[in-house]
């Protein structure tokens, strides 16, 4: 059981308020869909970013005077984690702009009678350090226990959890309480929070299955 409460933030930004309305609407079509998505997680990826990424103090000179300046410390160990299929749409604005980071996919696939988990494709290294700052990319945290399992994983291989961050676009807050009991030293970046889910384990009223509607494949 965790001792920490888990942190979940909410940006109120306009943008991501925008671009949630487009991933929701059923009517969207797939290309603008999957544009949705990713920019979702480019503003959620930046307001992840803050106080996150570690920096380094320089000096550099302007036009007309030397200066203090800060920049982000390249030589810091970054990962980004998409669990793949839906978590690709999300990658690629997170890497815009952490372009130094490192990418390890996960795969899952959910049972959709017991709906649980199943791994069929890990990547990872066999070990991460503890300095290692990671940002896992998963559109909708339903159940939570996909995440539950990749951050068990992530545990076992020397990551440490303080320095993970999550970007989703949709929360259930069923999915939020599993998470937090077991795991409440990450933090949680999403567009929103959703009270519950249907008896096939979808988020109501979410915004359907992100991977078939961010690749075609309903």
């Known amino acids: 059981m965790s001792g920490e409460q888990l942190r979940v933030y909410v940006p109120p930004h ?7 309305a487009i991933v929701r609407d059923e009517s969207t079509p797939m290309p603008l869909f999957r544009n949705a998505l990713s920019e979702l997680g480019r503003w959620l990826t930046y307001e992840a970013l803050r106080d996150f990424m570690p ?7 302007s ?3 030397e200066t203090d300046a800060e ?47 199943n791994c069929y494709l890990d990547s990872l290294p066999p070990s991460f350090t503890p300095e290692t700052r990671i940002l896992i990319t998963e559109p909708m945290l339903a159940t939570g226990g996909t995440l539950i399992s990749v951050l068990e994983t992530l545990e ?34 999403t567009a929103t929070i959703d009270e519950h889910l249907n008896e096939q384990g979808f988020i109501v009223p979410g915004l359907g299955d992100a991977g078939d509607r961010a690749f075609g494949t309903e």
């Open 55 to 61: 920096t380094r103090a320089i000096r550099v000179r």
């Open 63 to 65: 036009p007309l005077a």
């Open 156 to 189: 076992n291989r020397g990551a440490n959890l303080e320095y993970v961050r999550v970007i989703s676009a949709i929360a259930a807050a069923p999915a939020l309480q599993k998470i937090g009991d077991r795991y409440g030293a990450i933090d949680i970046y």
């Open 71 to 117: 920049i982000f410390d390249i030589d810091a160990s970054l990962a980004i984690i998409p669990i793949l299929r839906a978590g690709l749409a999300l990658v690629d604005s997170c890497q815009a702009l952490i372009p130094a980071a490192r990418i390890y996919h996960l795969g899952y696939k959910r049972d959709e009678k017991t709906l649980a988990a």
């Open 14 to 20: 306009p943008f991501i308020k925008h671009w949630l």
